[in-house]
């Protein structure tokens, strides 16, 4: 039999570990992990020089942006950043515009997207405002709804706890999942007015006011509800002692919850954001380095599901205002992920089966991605070859991403995603993007 291509010389991530080995990919998925001479004859035959094969890191928290919001980020460029960083499949958030929250609006992005993506999209959605739109947006293949409790996005009323119930009791018989961005609104808004009226428009102004303490009752808030409805709910970037503690209670009470942690809240801490100003601003802001050990700890305890870039790109000019009020919120992370998470490998503080079970396992296991986030035979061949060994500095500037910003720009990065195959086809190739757009297909979650 003659396969598509064959990728030899390698190390491979498998379950069993890492095994010297060949890979034959036929179709878009893998057809043979073998030793070299076990593989079929190939079209094609890439010598990777003993380079490691992991799956390919599924980010589950992506801002994509585009429509009215292409200046920021587009399906181009953003999959174009995604397959920089051996991405190979996103999960775009809501919060468009125009927003994400019906059907039509759905089908509209998928549209726009299915020509334009090098890499795999799934698709969130916001809940709508006619509840009995739940089902056809469940059916038009969205991969979950996103509730924003820091401010009304979509059609739900946040403060009514009823409105929120009766939407957890739809999706949970769509048996799909909720995610939750857990700050509470009413402590924001108060918190916001407070600072104004007394002329804070600075840094320490706004940790304070996007306080552990919004986190933790916005957890505790969706938690109770949850457990009325049953609904399945996975809490993304959780930031603080007081989020993991009220998330830990959950789970020990089995509810059916989840959690996502970034990069930046496990690297980064309030110190940096004192230097970094408004580029390192993100929504929940980064903490203490109690509140940032407190995450690690949970990480190694397996407390923490998965690991989600946030990326969420602007301007540099809507970065950077006067007033931290005006300063938009959120870092770009698609191209920074893998090699910070190669890094903690490197220096002993994660394991391989750690990055692989966090970035790439997890996330397709939660949200219903099947046959991804793996390597075994019949699974799709959403691969990255990375160098283990490579050293390189953040530089932003020659980001595919829009947003030319970094907090981590001039750190030292060991471990370098070299190639990303997505479906079977090689999308990034050292430094260049060699696939056309459409590469990447829509992924549409059939429940």
């Known amino acids: 039999m003659l396969v598509d291509l064959v990728l030899h010389n390698a190390k491979i991530y498998t379950t069993k570990g890492l095994v010297t080995a060949g890979l034959a990919i036929d179709e878009g998925k893998i057809f043979r992990i073998a030793k070299e001479t076990n593989l079929p004859q190939s079209s094609t035959k890439l010598n990777l020089k ?22 920021k980020e587009d399906f181009f460029s953003g999959t174009a950043a995604a397959a920089a960083g051996g991405v190979t499949l996103v999960m775009d958030m809501p919060n468009n515009n125009p927003i994400t929250m019906d059907s039509e609006s759905l089908r509209e992005r998928m549209r726009l997207a299915e020509t334009r993506v090098l890499v795999n999209v799934a698709f969130y959605s916001a809940f709508p405002e006619n509840l009995g739109e739940i089902r056809l947006i469940a059916e038009e293949g969205a991969v979950a709804f996103k509730l924003y409790l820091s401010e009304k996005i979509g059609g739900l009323d946040i403060n009514d706890d009823e409105s929120l119930s009766n939407a957890f ?64 709910i996975h809490f993304c970037h959780l930031s603080s002692l007081a989020g993991l503690q009220a998330f830990s209670a959950a ?36 903490r203490s380095e109690r509140d940032v050990k407190a995450l690690w700890g949970a990480l190694r305890l397996g407390l923490i599901d998965t690991i989600a870039s946030d990326h969420a790109p602007h301007t540099i000019e809507e970065k950077k205002n006067e007033s931290v009020w005006d300063a938009r919120p959120g870092i ?11 890094t903690q490998v490197n220096k002993g503080h994660l394991t391989l089966q750690d990055l692989v079970r966090l970035a790439s396992e997890k996330p397709a296991t939660i949200f219903h991605l099947k046959d991804r986030g793996r390597l075994e035979e019949n699974c799709w061949a959403d691969l990255v070859v990375v160098d283990m060994k490579q050293e390189n500095k953040v530089d932003s500037s020659r980001f595919f991403s829009k947003a030319k910003y970094s907090p981590f720009d001039g750190w030292k990065v060991k471990g370098k995603p070299l190639k990303t195959f997505v479906n079977g086809q090689l999308v990034y190739n050292e430094g260049e993007i060699v696939a056309k757009s459409g590469t990447g297909q829509i992924i549409r979650c059939m429940k």
């Not at 007394?198 to 808030?221: F, L």
């Not at 509810?255 to 390192?280: F, Q």
């Open 50 to 71: 003993g380079n490691i094969i992991l799956p390919g890191l599924i980010d589950s928290h992506v801002h994509l942006r585009d429509q009215l919001l292409a200046y």
């Open 169 to 232: 009791n739809r999706a949970t018989e769509m048996n799909i999942r909720v995610a939750v961005h857990a700050e509470d609104r009413e402590i924001l808004e108060r918190g916001k007015e407070g600072m104004e009226r007394i002329g804070r428009k600075d840094i320490d102004a706004y940790v304070k006011v996007h306080s552990p303490n919004a986190e933790e009752k916005a957890i505790n808030r969706v938690t109770h509800l949850a457990r009325k409805s049953g609904a399945f």
């Open 251 to 286: 789970k020990k009470a089995g509810l059916s919850v989840t959690c996502e942690v970034t990069p930046h809240h496990l690297l980064l801490s309030s110190e940096n954001l004192k230097r970094r100003k408004a580029l390192a601003l993100t929504d929940p802001p980064l």
């Open 332 to 342: 770009p992370g698609l191209e920074t992920t893998l090699p910070l998470l190669l």
